[in-house]
């Protein structure tokens, strides 16, 4: 078996393709139900952001594998195979390693170096895990991936690369306040105190918003969502003791039309396939705001698809910032230096990992073997306690156990080496050389392998 991942990304499309590729919740449930019912896949995860739709799987056949990932990707996402094939990439075995690994540290993100991807990798694999589609495969890549992506970030200055696509949202909206002086360096902080901000959605990435918000010094944070019981613990988080000390309260969706008017910045990230703010409603916003002699009314969407009607950015006194906006931004953003040191850290890890995927797949034919070894042990000592019947029990037990320390010691040395020549490159043969001299029962051997997966299952369950 060997790791497939078929995917798209805001590097190899454009935002409308991906706003309407993007993926419900259900629907990634139901790709995943889909995928291991198709015929080359065993495992599968799927890891979908704002910018990216990547689906993963353990596949026997490359090919086959691949059309078929691609024919279920463009079924859920309802664009059609042939308006999506050339916006897909194809990654395979250690390339396809290397690109999560990659992902992992930031390295593929639209803001280079920033952290959030780390927690859709862990939701991901949460997935993958509850719908009991990640299994030993899948379970370890992903895990690594988040091991990766830490020691990026602790390790080097990858961070500086880049920020949250929160803060460089912000940013954008600040280089488009006319009203500010931006020239003179003024910063997210500066320019964000003293406003009122609405954040629509109650989500990790809206969560993530309303804390850089209070981080910022706003006066006032509104939270409105559709299940009011997560707005209402969104602005409980933000407003316990100890916490940011905003004040900020919740809203139901109906009043979102009155908030926009009191609002000076409004964040909007939920999981609507339909527009949350449409350009009528946002008009009528700006118009309410200038009849009051308020400012313009600054909107951020990090939704995809998109939340707020792209004609807003059509309309006076209302500065917009999209995934469209923020691609085009983030597309001649310098790139720091310690991105070699983080492309570095993943070579390393990839080959980790390949070597320890390639070591455990001789484990079940070295478990075999000496399962064989011990059979033919038992058979031994039974035949010559029919010849010497007068053994009594203490020559019995010291013949057997001197004959399985020979066959032990025998063993030894070539198991040893043999998981060491099956890490390296090319050493996945050294299984099947084991089989072929030893004559080993290939069903016994794989009945090894499924007893093994299977109880990496249940130790991995869980395991984020």
Known sequence: MSLLVVGLSHRSAPVSVLERAALSADARGKLLHDTLAAEPATEGAVLATCNRIELYADVDKFHAGVA??????????????????????????????????????????????????????????????????????????????????????????????????????????????????????????????????????????SSLAAATLARAGVDEIVVANRTAARADRLVQILTEPGSTG?????????????????????????????????????????????????????????????????????????????????????????????VDQVRTIVSAEVAAFGAAQRAAHITPTVVALRAMAADVVAGEVARLEGRLPDLDDKQRAEITQTVRRVVDKLLHAPTVRVKQLAGEPGGAGYADALRTLFDLDPETVASVSRADRNDGDVKNRGRV
Not at 95 to 123: P, Y
Not at 259 to 274: K, N
Not at 276 to 284: F, I, P, Q, R
């Open 246 to 338: 905003v004040a900020a309260r919740a809203v139901e969706m109906v009043a979102v039309g009155d908030e926009l008017t009191r609002a000076d910045i409004v964040v909007s990230c939920t999981g609507a396939t339909g527009l949350v703010l449409t350009a009528d409603a946002v008009e009528h916003a700006a118009e309410g705001r200038a009849q009051a002699g308020r400012g313009p009314l600054h909107l951020l969407d990090l939704a995809m698809p998109r939340d707020i009607d792209a004609a807003v950015h059509r309309l006076p006194g209302v500065r917009l910032i999209d995934i469209e906006s923020l691609a085009e931004a983030s597309a001649d953003a310098p790139m720091a230096a310690d």
């Open 68 to 205: 078929e990932l691609s024919t279920l990707l463009a079924q859920h996402s309802g664009v059609g195979l042939d308006e999506l094939t050339p916006y897909l990439y194809v990654h395979y075995e250690d390339r396809a390693v290397h690109h999560l690994f990659s992902v992992a540290c930031g390295l593929d993100s639209m803001v280079v170096g920033e952290g959030q991807i780390l927690g859709q990798i862990k939701d991901a694999l949460a997935v993958g895990q509850d719908l009991h589609t990640a299994g030993r495969l899948l379970n370890d890549l992903f895990q690594q991936a988040l091991r990766v992506g830490k020691r990026a970030h602790s390790e080097t200055g990858i961070d500086r690369a880049g920020q949250s696509l929160v803060t460089f949202g912000l940013e954008q909206l600040v280089g488009t306040d006319t009203d500010t002086d931006t020239a003179s360096g003024q910063d997210v902080d500066t320019w964000a105190k003293g406003k009122r901000a609405l954040v629509i959605g109650a989500g990790s990435m």
